[in-house]
């Protein structure tokens, strides 16, 4: 009974058994996955069988897990070993989940403290980001411990709660693996061993990294080295990623045709010689990059060499995803070459808003400046925003001083100018430009004590541009061979659009003017209003020419209108009541009313009268009339009448600095007893009206009359008493009395003489005189030669002038 009962439950554990073995893969599916699900692993497919040592043998296992297929085939498994003789995985784009924002945990894995080794002989690794597909075996020689070799050299220790190891590559297998239209990856060479870590929410890697990144672009070449450690953590959790970089050596090394690169220009020379060729990049000891938020503490580049460079990066935020619209960074560069002494720039950037200083120091101008200068130095600050891609808000200063400067024939000292350039978000630009100058001079002029102030405020909107020009200009001194000018002080408004068009308020020595130009490509039309005004103020220019001229008073006024272009200009100018003095010579109320016209080099004055109150040179002369004229820069007066000595006289026609020529003075109706009695202590009284005509010739700066005549107008009568020549005469030459008493009182019936007068102021008169004595009833013709000094004599009554001379001490009071 037993026996058959026992045979019983043997055939049935044995149908079971079969059974199972003939149904093991849908059994095994029904039991297996459910379990894999949820831990969202699919198992598509699993063919296996137990050999004849009792081993489980798997011809296929498919698994799926989150987009990613894994097939195994030819697994051989038993207690102590998992053999796998092929595996191929198909990595994929991870699938959208609920759960992305799930933080990961610190690994916990259930490791068996018994389990058999596992070893895969290949696994391929496929992906669309891939070049070709990734080739390694994975052998377990202990338990928990792998090592990984074929295109990837690795080993990693697992443990409950860290997997670790370390892995070594190099350019050759990334430039085969990875699939990238980058070119410039070509010119990278590197290789690194690098130790890891992982926890579940910590990954760090640290291990040695050399590179090498040659690049030429045209001919220029470029290599950086890089070698050191390099230390790497990235969170799970806050996604952070942490570059520890301080340790690595960056040199950067550049070719000497790469300075050929810089444009063609006149600068171009100096840009490369300025240039160094070696540095070194320093990098922080952390860079921290969050998400798409990157922050750098520090990057520093220096050069080797004598052209010191040194840029210094501080404190970068950005976000690589749109790096220009949140960057923040301060920067600071300081360069000193052979040629520049010193070059700095501290610059605070925030997205698009920039703000901070620079300075320059130069001893001298690069050579492709066209002027020579000492002691440069520009210096400045800047505060802007929206500068990237748009138009800048905000403002730039600069002050730029000069210890000298030559430039286009001109030589300057002292130089100072601070620059400053504003606008605003509606586009209004304000630029003020203010300058000073110790003196600047060339061949023709030398100016000191020069200040300059220059406003220009316009909208940069759409339109046209219109600019507002505002500027005063003042000058201490500025002299010329020809002329000196003091005071100069000039203010200034315009407009600029296409043409520009100004008004200057002009005050030299405190002679005003007001200057209207229209400047435009195609002329440049001025004016120039002399307002009413008085003449004292051009003593300063007449004295350069003739110290000894004075202008007492009077006034004048003008309007002037041309072309600077053409070179052309018209004028009206008006002078009343001027008086002036020269010497002991006074000239009394001038006035003169004139217009005239200057073209191609040629100043023409039409025909114009004249009057002149009084003019006193010991002789007095009044009410003179006359006209003057300038034809083609020759200037002429003609026409000229005058009351002198009683009667009148008249002149022809005198050319202004002509050397030769001869001008005509006529006398009519003189009272004989005022010309004779100049000098009021002779004894001689002589009546009656007199006339003649003076031939003045002008000779190379000499003045001589040559066959004057003079007569008498009807009769007269002439009376010498107590004169001391003519009574010596009659003590010693006896036998004259009776001839020369007879001239004491002598009724004058006809007088002829002519005349001769030297340049050095001699003047001979050979005088005829018929007459007749009623006294002694007795005709007289007297025959006389007569020699005298006429400049001596005039001068002498010069200085006894009683007016002339209270108008000197008049004006000497002044100052002036």
Request: overall charge negative; proline content about 3%.
């Amino acid at each position: 009974m037993f026996k058959r009962v026992g045979l019983i439950v043997g055939a049935v554990l044995l149908s079971t058994l079969l059974l199972g073995y003939v149904f093991r893969l849908p059994l095994l599916q029904w039991a297996i996955a459910p379990e894999l699900k949820k831990a969202g692993v699919t198992l598509n497919c699993l063919d296996f069988s137990i050999t004849s040592e009792l081993n489980i043998h798997a011809d296929k296992v498919c698994v799926n897990y989150q987009n990613q297929q894994l097939q195994l085939t030819d697994i051989t498994a038993n207690t102590k070993r998992v053999d796998i003789k092929n595996a191929v995985l198909m990595v994929n784009p991870l699938p959208k989940s609920d759960n992305a924002n799930q933080l990961a945990k610190n690994l916990d894995l259930a490791l068996p403290l018994n389990r058999p080794l596992i070893s895969i002989k290949q696994l391929v690794v496929k992906s669309d980001e891939l070049n070709k597909p990734l080739k390694i075996s994975i052998l377990e020689p202990e338990l928990n411990k792998f090592s990984v070799t074929g295109d990837i050299n690795a080993s990693a220790t697992l443990a409950a709660n860290k997997i670790s190891g370390q892995f070594m590559i190099n350019d050759t297998f990334l430039k085969q693996l990875l699939n990238t239209e980058n070119t410039s990856i070509a010119d990278v060479n590197f290789n690194t061993q690098q130790a890891f870590s992982f926890d579940g929410i910590d990954l760090e890697l640290n291990g040695d990294i050399s590179s090498q990144f040659a690049h030429t672009s045209e001919q220029c070449q470029f290599n950086v080295l890089t070698t050191g450690k390099l230390v790497t953590h990235f969170n799970l959790n806050s996604q952070v990623l942490m570059l520890n970089t301080d340790l690595l050596n960056n040199n950067i090394t550049l070719t000497s045709s790469c300075t050929e690169l810089i444009p063609p220009s006149e600068y171009a020379g100096f840009v490369s010689n300025q240039v160094p060729l070696d540095w070194q990049l320093k990098l922080p000891q952390s860079i921290r990059l969050e998400g798409s938020d990157l922050n750098v503490p520090a990057i520093n580049l220096v050069s080797e060499g004598d052209k010191q460079f040194n840029i210094l990066i501080t404190d970068t935020a950005l976000n690589i995803k749109s790096p220009l619209e949140n960057l923040q960074t301060n920067l600071s560069a300081r360069i000193s070459t052979p040629d520049i002494n010193n070059f700095s720039v501290n610059a605070q950037l925030v997205g698009t808003a920039i703000k901070g200083d620079y300075a320059v120091a130069l001893e001298s101008l690069p050579e492709f400046v066209p002027a020579t200068a000492n002691g440069l130095s520009l210096s400045g600050y800047f505060d802007l925003s929206e500068f990237i891609d748009s138009k800048p808000v905000g403002l730039i200063n600069a002050k730029l001083t000069l210890n000298s400067v030559d430039a286009f024939d001109i030589s300057a000292v002292q130089y100072q100018g601070d620059l400053t350039a504003k606008m605003d978000k509606q586009l209004n630009a304000e630029v003020t430009l203010t300058q000073q100058l110790k003196s600047a001079e060339n061949k023709e002029f030398k100016a000191t004590d020069i200040s300059n102030t220059l406003t220009a405020n316009a909208n940069l909107g759409v339109g046209e541009l219109f600019a507002e020009l505002t500027a005063k200009t003042s000058i201490k001194a500025a002299n010329s061979p020809d002329i000196k000018l003091n005071n100069i002080k000039v203010e200034s408004t315009g407009l600029q659009s296409r043409a520009l068009k100004a008004t200057h308020h002009v005050f030299v020595n405190d002679v005003e003017l007001v200057v209207n130009h229209h400047v435009s490509s195609q002329a440049h039309p001025f004016e120039v209003i002399i307002p009413e005004q008085s003449v004292l103020p051009l003593n300063t220019f007449i004295n350069q020419f003739e110290p000894l001229a004075q202008l007492t008073k009077g006034e004048f006024n003008g309007y002037i209108s041309g072309d600077v272009n053409l070179q052309n200009a018209s004028f009206n100018m008006d002078v009343s009541h001027a008086s002036a003095l020269y010497n002991n010579y006074l000239a009394n109320d001038l006035n003169s009313a004139f217009s005239g016209e200057y073209n191609s080099g040629k100043l023409n004055v039409k025909p114009t009268t004249f009057s002149l109150n009084e003019f006193r040179a010991g002789a007095i002369v009044k009410a003179i009339e006359g006209q003057w004229q300038v034809n083609n820069n020759t200037a002429l007066i003609n026409d000229v009448k005058g009351s002198v000595f009683g009667g009148e006289f008249s002149l022809d026609t005198y050319t202004v600095g002509k050397p030769n020529q001869v001008a005509n003075v006529k006398f009519e109706n003189i009272d004989a007893s005022k010309l004779v009695t100049l000098d009021d202590k002779s004894g001689i009284v002589l009546t009656g009206r007199l006339a003649g005509s003076l031939p003045v010739h002008f000779d190379s700066g000499k003045i001589e009359i040559i066959d004057g005549s003079l007569f008498s107008q009807g009769t007269g009568n002439l009376k010498i008493t107590n004169n001391a020549a003519f009574d010596s005469v009659m003590q010693q030459q006896q036998e004259l009395q009776p001839v020369l008493g007879l001239l004491t009182n002598l009724d004058i019936q006809k007088l002829n003489s002519s005349v001769a007068l030297k340049n050095d102021g001699w003047l001979k008169l050979e005088v005829n005189l018929q007459g007749y004595n009623k006294a002694e009833q007795q005709q007289v013709n007297f025959n006389y030669n007569h020699e005298e000094n006429v400049f001596t004599l005039l001068r002498a009554l010069r200085l006894s002038d009683e007016i002339t001379q209270k108008v000197e001490q008049q004006y000497s009071q002044k100052g002036n």
